[in-house]
């Protein structure tokens, strides 16, 4: 009977307002497109991030803006290759409403394309890249997670205030490692700091030892890298290994630390990392989504099991403020722009660039926690560099 | 750059250049001698070092795992052989990398169900878990040498097979005219299969003996293939000095290009490799 109701007082409101026949019947559901990757190295991130959205969903009875939920996914592989050729099934074959995607940056920077094109709402719930909130920015592009600028740049601070004068930086030439290294370099020269060599290697090349050694002769006061997954397991281990790590303090990007640290062993012990999630936090709303979470999925959630969560929260906000109505985009945005997403990582805004405004913590790692050790920079916004919006 | 950071540069660029000729060394047997183009040689490598994963978890000790692990590559190779290379020889090379490129999938997504997808450390065996002090900040660590030790006793042991023992002579002979020295009544596919046997093998002991450096992970294999391509097509195709004398030119290229030249550094081993078959087409030590 409650379902029957609810089906006739939305129509009535859909028709009160003037909606196209058929296009906003209120038992339409509301169809969410992933487009994530469930192959290739990022798999579990994909997986972490759908888990996510997913709790998100039952929390809220199963259903986003009072409607059940309809998925379309695609495996994006991570190739941006594919990318525009993925995206279009979402958006243009399924006529999804909201395109939530994902963890490779040159594939989101091309799905961001599509969505935009077609205008498409679309929730970014990882990839870093600084254009897609920076340059690329659109009213219809939003982003759960985090720019590549944000973390680094909470550590160049942490970096100056320890004292450091003279650091030395490494990362794989690419997009991510840039951003990266350059806002390390913001904040720690700004403080009076120098950055003395910026050092970089093609993607995905893992022999450090060249580099090692120009570290052992540059003799900083400290380095800062930007490294993920295996390379980043591989790195921590030849640094301790060339017997650095006991004179050179060693800092980064979280990325370093998350879901490596099993494979660092003894090298990765007490590594200073900044990220907006980490291991510990005191808040309730954290406590409840782990638990909750591992008693799901059997496993402990990670920094993209909360974007993918906070990018389901993100389109409930829009969808509320729009009588759950999808079609009504202009409402749904608005709605998003308001909205205070009560996060597992800390309650969060977003920017003017649809940004998360977000704390940035300073975390230790302990075992295979990455241990909060303080708020590195509260509410740190991006400076969105380059959006006209 | 001053003298002792130069001298550390020269050893990481020797360590590197012969672990990676551990590698490509496999592959230039399989594909010099058998003329089979076997992508699958990386998969062969991640095989290895997940082989030494799960083998130290198991024993607790690397040196058991890799004690175990030869036989266990040796074998498996050998299988592989009867089972699907043994039936390629006669087929043209398009054929070939299909059936490889396949066998990557199948080893990937395999390695995917049995393993799963994290990456791993394996711990290096305590008697060469230690480290010597180059410079004021800087150590090395002994298990690396060790491995180039190991990569030179192989190198050695590999010539003297080949160019001094009587299998080495079937082998060479078979690489020169299988017809001739089938009509001389010596059983050329079972040297095939040794052969093959043991290019997995030196793949999979490479993989186990990076394993502790490299950190085990997917896809690990397909890194290490391109670069052992060429290696094997510097060094001239079935040469196994060759690849010895192309893996150490490319370990300095490496080395010295992403010091002094980082803006190229992505592409100076590929420069490199244009150089030399512009100057020697068929490799730098490619028998006549």
């Not at chain 1, 709790?55 to 939920?69: D, I, M, P």
């Not at chain 2, 490129?101 to 995917?112: D, H």
């Not at chain 2, 080495?168 to 093959?196: H, K, Q, S, W």
């Not at chain 2, 997995?200 to 896809?219: C, D, E, Q, R």
Request: aromatic share 10%; hydrophobic share 50%.
């Amino acid at each position: 009977m409650k379902s029957t109701k609810h089906i006739i007082g939305a129509t009535a409101l859909a028709l009160a307002l003037g909606a196209a026949f058929g296009s906003a019947q209120a038992d339409d559901k509301v169809k969410v497109g992933l487009m994530l990757p469930s192959t290739g190295t990022y798999a579990a991130l994909g997986a972490a991030i759908t888990n996510g959205f997913k709790q998100f969903v039952a929390e809220n009875g199963g259903k986003l803006g009072g409607r059940e939920v309809e998925y379309y996914t695609v495996d994006d592989e991570s190739d941006p290759a594919k990318a525009t050729e993925n995206a279009n099934k979402l958006v243009k074959r399924d006529k999804v409403d909201v395109l939530v995607g994902t963890v490779h940056s040159g594939v989101a920077l091309a799905m961001a394309k599509v969505a935009r094109d077609n205008k498409t709402l679309m929730i970014v719930p990882n990839a870093g890249a600084d254009e897609l909130t920076g340059p690329l920015c659109a009213p219809t592009l939003f982003r759960s997670s985090f720019t590549n600028w944000q973390p680094a740049y909470a550590m160049g601070k942490v970096a100056a205030e320890k004292g450091h004068k003279k650091v030395v930086t490494l990362t794989w030439k690419y997009a991510a490692g840039q951003q990266s290294t350059e806002g390390f370099k913001e904040a720690f020269e700004k403080a009076g700091g120098k950055v003395v060599k910026e050092m970089t290697l093609p993607f995905p090349n893992v022999e450090f030892q060249p580099f090692l050694t120009e570290i052992a002769a540059l003799k900083p006061d400290a380095v800062y890298v930007f490294f993920a997954g295996a390379g980043a397991a591989k790195f921590v281990r030849d640094y301790q290994a060339a017997g650095l790590k006991a004179s050179i303090p060693l800092y980064g990007a979280g990325f370093l630390t998350d879901g490596t640290l099993e494979a660092m062993g003894d090298a990765g012990k007490g590594l200073l990392t900044t990220l907006h999630y980490a291991d510990g936090l005191d808040n309730k709303k954290d406590a409840a989504f782990r638990l909750n979470y591992a008693k799901t999925y059997k496993m402990q959630p990670d920094v993209y099991a909360v974007q993918g969560y906070d990018a389901a929260q993100l389109y409930q906000a829009g969808l509320a403020a729009a009588g759950g109505d999808p079609s009504k985009q202009e409402a749904v945005i608005k709605g998003m722009e308001a909205a205070k997403i009560d996060s597992p990582r800390g309650a969060f805004t977003l920017s003017k660039a649809h940004n998360p405004v977000q704390d940035i913590y300073l975390r230790q790692a302990e075992g295979t926690q990455n241990k909060v050790v303080s708020t590195a920079i509260k509410s740190l916004a991006d400076p969105a560099r380059g959006c006209k919006m | 750059m001053d003298f002792a950071t130069f001298l550390i540069q020269t050893l990481n660029a020797l360590q590197y250049g012969l672990l990676l000729f551990l590698v490509a060394s496999g592959l230039t047997l399989v594909f010099g001698i058998m003329g089979i183009i076997n992508l699958a040689h990386g998969s062969f490598y991640m095989i290895g070092a997940y082989l030494a994963f799960v083998l130290t978890s198991a024993t607790g000790s690397l040196v058991l795992a890799i004690v175990l692990g030869i036989p266990l590559a040796l074998l498996f190779g050998a299988f592989l052989e009867w089972l699907l290379f043994s039936h390629l020889y006669k087929r043209d090379h398009l054929e070939q990398v299909l059936l490889t490129y396949g066998l990557i999938l199948v080893f990937e997504e395999l390695r995917s169900l049995l393993v799963g997808n994290d990456v791993h450390g394996v711990n290096i065996p305590a008697f060469l878990d230690a480290s010597i002090r180059l410079t004021e900040v800087m150590t090395y660590p002994v298990y690396r040498l060790a491995v180039s030790a190991v990569c030179v006793v192989l190198a050695v042991a590999l010539y003297f097979v080949i160019q001094r023992t009587r299998l080495g002579m079937m082998i060479r002979a078979g690489n020169d005219d299988r017809t001739m020295v089938e009509a001389l009544g010596i059983n050329i596919n079972m040297i095939y299969r040794v052969v093959f046997a043991l290019g997995v093998a030196l793949a999979a002991l490479a993989g186990m003996l990076a394993a502790p450096m490299s950190s085990v992970f997917p896809n690990m294999g397909s890194q290490v293939l391109i670069i052992s391509f060429v290696i094997v097509v510097i060094g001239g195709i079935g040469s196994v000095w060759g690849a010895l004398v192309a893996a150490l030119i490319v370990g300095f290229a490496d080395t010295f290009g992403k010091v002094l030249l980082p803006e190229i550094s992505g592409m100076i081993v590929y420069l490199v490799m244009a150089v030399v078959l512009l100057w020697r087409p068929e490799g730098i030590l490619k028998k006549g």
